[in-house]
C-alpha cells in the first residue's frame, strides 16, 4: 500500500475531481465502516465499458435545456447563451472539430461526429464495401464484437454475397489468447485477389489486444483496391492513433467509454480526405454514401431542394441533425482531455498504472503464465498481451475453474466478492474479468485495493 501512496504523489490524478465517482451509498453497497462510509468513493475501473461523468457535464447539458425553455426552435439559430459563447444548434457539432481529430490523429476535415457505433459501421460500409463477382470477401475475427459481426454478416447478405464465403474469419491459435499480426498479415496476402475489406477492432473488446494498426493497413494497401476500415471504440481515447498518416479509409467509434460522453453517447467517424473531398474539379462526383440534409451544403440546406451538394470532407457523410445534448456531454469530456494534456499524456500515465497493475497481479501466489493442464485448483491468467505497444488500460484475466452453476463458477465468484466490496469491474462470461484503470481519474491506491481484494476473492474459494 505504501508504494501505491508513494507512486500516487509522484504521478497523481490531477483531473479525478473532475469526474463523479460513483460512491459506496450510491451503488447500494455497504461499507466496512472502517476505511470507508457512504460515501467515500468506490474502486471505478470499469472505464473501458462506461466512463464516469465529469462534473461539467451537467451543467453544459442545463445549458442546452436552458436553452430549449428559452428560445425553442430559434435555438438552432439564435441561442440564448451566445454571450457566454455558446453555439447555436444548427452547428452545434462543430466545436468538437477543434478537439477530436488530436485523439485519432486525423486533420479536422476528416473527423465528423454523428449516430452511433454500429449505425456508423454500417453506414461507411454502404460506402466502402461494394464487392464485385471477383473481389467481394472481407478480413475480420473470429470472436469479433457480436454487433459489429452482425453488421459485417448483413452487410455481405445486403449485397446478396454468401456470408459464409464471404467473411474470412481469423482465429487465434490453440493454446494463445490473441491474434498474431503474422497472421492477420498471412491472411492478407493469401486472400488479396478476392479481398475487398479488412475491418478489424483498435483494441479487441474481450482480450485488450491493440492491433498493429499502422503495419497492416499499410501492407493491405498494397493491394489493389482493397479498402481498411477499423473500429475503434475501445481505442479511441486509450491509445494513440494516426490514422490519417497510417492511410486508413475509414473508421468509427463510440465515445462513451474512454470518452466518458455517457451511457448510447454520440458517436465519431473518420474518413480519410482521399475519399472525402469534393471540390469543382470533380463535376459534382462524390464518393456513394448513406446521406441526409445534415451533409449537404450547410447555405443551401435550408432551401430544401432535391439537389445534394456533400460538404467537402467527412461533415459530408452526416445524415442527421446530432443530438444536442449528447454534443455537449462529449465536448465537456473532450475539454478535461485536452486539460489533461491529450491523448500523449494520458497514454503515459495509463502504461504507469498498467504496468503496476501487471506488476501486482503476476506476484499473485494463484497467477499461471499459461492456462494450466489441471486448474482443478482456482486460479487466473492474463490474456491482454504484456508487451506495452499491444495493449491498451485494459487486461482481461481469465479465471478457472469454470462450472456451469453460476455459484460454483471462479469468475462468477471473485467478480461478486469484488463488486460487493466496491471494486466495480466487468465480466464477459464465461470465464473473464476486464480491469481497466483510466488515466484520468484512477489511482494506484484504486489498482492496489482491487489485486488485494482479487488475491482474497480466489483464497476465499480456495
Known amino acids: 500500500m505504501e508504494r501505491a501512496i508513494s507512486l500516487d504523489h509522484r504521478y497523481p490524478a490531477t483531473h479525478r475531481d473532475a469526474f463523479c465517482i460513483p460512491s459506496y451509498g450510491s451503488m447500494g453497497l455497504k461499507s466496512d465502516g472502517a476505511n470507508q462510509s457512504d460515501y467515500s468513493t468506490v474502486t471505478y475501473l470499469c472505464g473501458n465499458s462506461l466512463g464516469c461523468m465529469p462534473k461539467s457535464t451537467r451543467n453544459a447539458i442545463n445549458k442546452e435545456l436552458d436553452a430549449w425553455a428559452d428560445r425553442a426552435v430559434e435555438s438552432h439559430f439564435r441561442h440564448s447563451g451566445e454571450q457566454q459563447g455558446l453555439t447555436s444548434w444548427m452547428d452545434i457539432d462543430l466545436p468538437l472539430s477543434n478537439l477530436l481529430p488530436s485523439l485519432v490523429g486525423g486533420l479536422e476535415s476528416e473527423v465528423a461526429v454523428m449516430g452511433s457505433l454500429t449505425a456508423n459501421l454500417n453506414s461507411l460500409m454502404a460506402s466502402f464495401y461494394r464487392p464485385t463477382s471477383s473481389k467481394f470477401k472481407i478480413l475480420c475475427e473470429k470472436g469479433a464484437f457480436p454487433s459489429d459481426f452482425y453488421a459485417l454478416y448483413n452487410q455481405c447478405a445486403l449485397h446478396k454475397v454468401d456470408p459464409e464465403e464471404a467473411l474470412i474469419r481469423l482465429e487465434v491459435r490453440e493454446g494463445e489468447s490473441y491474434l498474431r499480426t503474422d497472421d492477420i498479415i498471412r491472411a492478407i496476402s493469401d486472400n488479396h485477389e478476392e479481398l475487398a475489406l479488412v475491418c478489424l477492432p483498435g483494441v479487441q473488446y474481450y482480450s485488450g489486444q491493440w492491433f498493429d494498426m499502422e503495419k497492416i493497413t499499410k501492407f493491405a494497401h498494397q493491394f489493389k483496391d482493397v479498402v481498411v476500415g477499423w473500429d475503434l471504440a475501445h481505442a479511441v481515447g486509450n491509445v494513440p492513433l494516426a490514422l490519417h498518416d497510417w492511410g486508413v479509409d475509414f473508421a468509427c467509434w463510440c465515445s462513451y467509454k474512454y470518452l466518458n460522453s455517457g451511457p448510447g453517447a454520440i458517436a465519431g467517424i473518420f474518413v480519410h480526405e482521399k475519399h472525402s473531398q469534393v471540390g469543382s474539379s470533380d463535376n459534382g462526383r462524390y464518393l456513394p454514401r448513406m446521406a441526409g440534409w445534415w451533409g ?167
Request: proline share 5%.
Open 296 to 462: 449537404n451544403n450547410r447555405e443551401r440546406r435550408f432551401q430544401m431542394k432535391e439537389v445534394f451538394e456533400p460538404i467537402s470532407g467527412a461533415l459530408g457523410f452526416r445524415q442527421s441533425n446530432p443530438s444536442v445534448i449528447d454534443v455537449v456531454a462529449l465536448k465537456s469530456s473532450l475539454e478535461i482531455i485536452q486539460d489533461f494534456g491529450g491523448i500523449n499524456a494520458l497514454r503515459e500515465r495509463s502504461l504507469l498504472l498498467t504496468n503496476y497493475l501487471v506488476e501486482l497481479l503476476t506476484a499473485l501466489p494463484n497467477y499461471h503464465q499459461k492456462l494450466p493442464k489441471n486448474t482443478s485448483t482456482a486460479g487466473f491468467t492474463i490474456l491482454t498481451p504484456l508487451a506495452e505497444k499491444e495493449r491498451g488500460a485494459q487486461l482481461s484475466l481469465l479465471f478457472f475453474p469454470h462450472h456451469d452453476d453460476r455459484k460454483l463458477d471462479t469468475m462468477e465468484r471473485v467478480f461478486d466478492y469484488l463488486n460487493e466490496r466496491g471494486v466495480i469491474v466487468d465480466e464477459r462470461r464465461p470465464d473473464v474479468i476486464r480491469i481497466a484503470p483510466v488515466p484520468l481519474y484512477n489511482t494506484f491506491q484504486d489498482v492496489w485495493r482491487a489485486v488485494t481484494l482479487l488475491n482474497e476473492a480466489i483464497k476465499s474459494i480456495a
